[in-house]
């Protein structure tokens, strides 16, 4: 059952990954590693970067070296050890199971089992030998010595009782002082079962788990969510503090632009920023502030590269300007010249695309989209308001959205996110 579980799961982790295309801590899996303790199991899934280094850095318990098993899965059955004792002898002591030293009948503190003595650290501690080579090491600001895991738990009259549980944990990383980052382990990512057999580990809950997992990734390093949150909750919570990350930033956009003095050019700052532009076009591959076109002869405020290679390009206007007229619920100038500019810049690449590819470096640009990002809600509360926007918007080849349908999309994206870990 794990073993094809594993398979489906590796096979659809790397499905996405090539749509996704390159990304920060991008990486294929080349194989899975089960290990079954007393209380569950762990699978270990494999970076391909491991595949050019020694097999004695790869996740291993009792018995000696697993070789390594290219797209295949390797099981060590060791139902007899508890779990945390393989987790912690994998992992270098990384990661420890937490138990409740009053047992079942008590919601005590959180215990931590003590550091293992180096004779039961075997033969392996799966750490990157990328990390290790002397001429990389010399910092380590992303890493982590440790974190705690535990089960779901559910009070029942005066008992605790441990559930099914799935923990998705990442890799910690490395940052050197020659600012390079890799990897702690060799490898990507580990699911922790408590409880397997009571769980759904059948080829779709793979898909959906792998698929999710990815798409974690790659959202939250590219927003640079790694850097900044606490640094344990990333890499065991990786979904949920993901999610949590996103909505402060939606916070801190909607607090600016609820500033009435909140002009254009301080929303162009906030969102042009590296840990902020991915929030106007979260799945695009890259993000290009103020990329030029026709040799400077126009300005986007945003040409974002789509993940079918071509591009949407992005005019925001003032959030606080009305974007109709009260009187005659006319289009408001400064939106009637924005969807006009954009228009401009289509019209430009369908004439020119030859031009605009070789000489503004917008490479496989082939028939962009637009999009206008202007205004509020609440400049769209009459009803004859409300009618020609969504007419305009229904009418145009221009995508046209508010500041609030943006944090709204936003918004639904960080429960999305968090959706991924209700498994946990």
């Known amino acids: 059952m794990y073993e094809s579980y594993a398979t489906e799961y590796m096979r659809k982790y ?3 990954l090539e749509q996704l295309g390159d990304f920060q801590f991008a990486e294929k899996i080349v194989e899975a590693r089960i290990f079954h303790g007393m209380e569950g199991c762990v699978i270990f899934y494999i970076a391909e970067s491991a595949m050019d280094e020694s097999m004695n850095f790869l996740p291993q318990t009792f018995g000696g070296v697993l070789p390594l098993r290219p797209n295949g899965v390797t099981v060590s059955n060791q139902e007899k050890i508890p779990l945390f004792l393989i987790l912690q002898s994998t992992t270098g002591n990384l990661l420890k199971v937490g138990m409740r030293k009053g047992g079942q009948k008590t919601q005590d503190r959180l215990f931590i089992p003590p550091d293992l003595p180096k004779e039961k650290l075997f033969c392996s501690w799966s750490l990157n030998p990328h990390f290790l080579n002397p001429a990389n090491n010399g910092g380590g600001d992303l890493s982590l010595t440790g974190m705690a895991i535990t089960p779901l738990r559910r009070k029942e009259n005066d008992s605790y009782i441990d559930l099914p549980t799935r923990r998705y944990i990442l890799s910690p990383f490395i940052e050197t002082n020659s600012g390079k980052v890799f990897r702690q382990y ?30 974690v990734l790659h959202f939250s390093t590219q927003l640079g969510a790694h850097k900044v949150i606490d640094k344990e909750s ?37 969102l042009e920023t590296d840990e902020n532009k991915r929030m ?15 040799n400077g002869k126009f ?81 769209l509360l009459g009803k004859d308001a409300k009618e020609r926007f969504d007419y305009d918007r229904k009418e145009s080849k221009i995508v046209i959205r508010t500041y609030d349908m943006l944090l709204a999309q936003l918004r639904t994206l960080a429960s999305s996110i968090e959706q991924f870990s209700a498994s946990s």
Request: aromatic content about 10%; glycine content about 6%; hydrophobic content about 35%.
């Open 186 to 215: 060799t490898w990507i990512g580990a699911e922790v079962f408590f409880n397997p057999e009571k769980m759904d580990m059948g080829g779709v809950e793979a898909k959906n788990r792998a698929s999710g997992d990815i798409k």
């Open 299 to 379: 300005y986007t405020d945003f040409a974002c590269k789509r993940a079918d290679g071509d591009y949407h390009l992005i005019e925001i206007e003032d959030p606080n300007k009305p974007i109709y007229t009260a009187k005659s619920c006319e289009q408001a100038a400064h939106l009637t010249h924005a969807l006009s500019q954009v228009k401009d810049w289509l019209n430009l690449i369908e004439t020119q695309r030859s031009f605009v590819e070789a000489q503004d470096g917008l490479k496989g640009i082939h028939k962009p989209t637009g999009e206008v990002i202007a205004g509020r809600d609440s400049h």
């Open 234 to 270: 990333y890499f065991s919570k990786p979904a949920i503090s993901s999610a949590d990350y996103l909505r402060k930033k939606c916070d801190e956009l909607e607090a600016l632009i609820n500033d009435p003095q909140t002009l254009e050019p301080a929303v162009q700052k906030f």
């Open 14 to 16: 790397n499905e996405e």
């Open 280 to 294: 106007v076009k979260f799945d695009a591959i890259e993000i290009y502030p103020r990329a030029p076109l026709g």
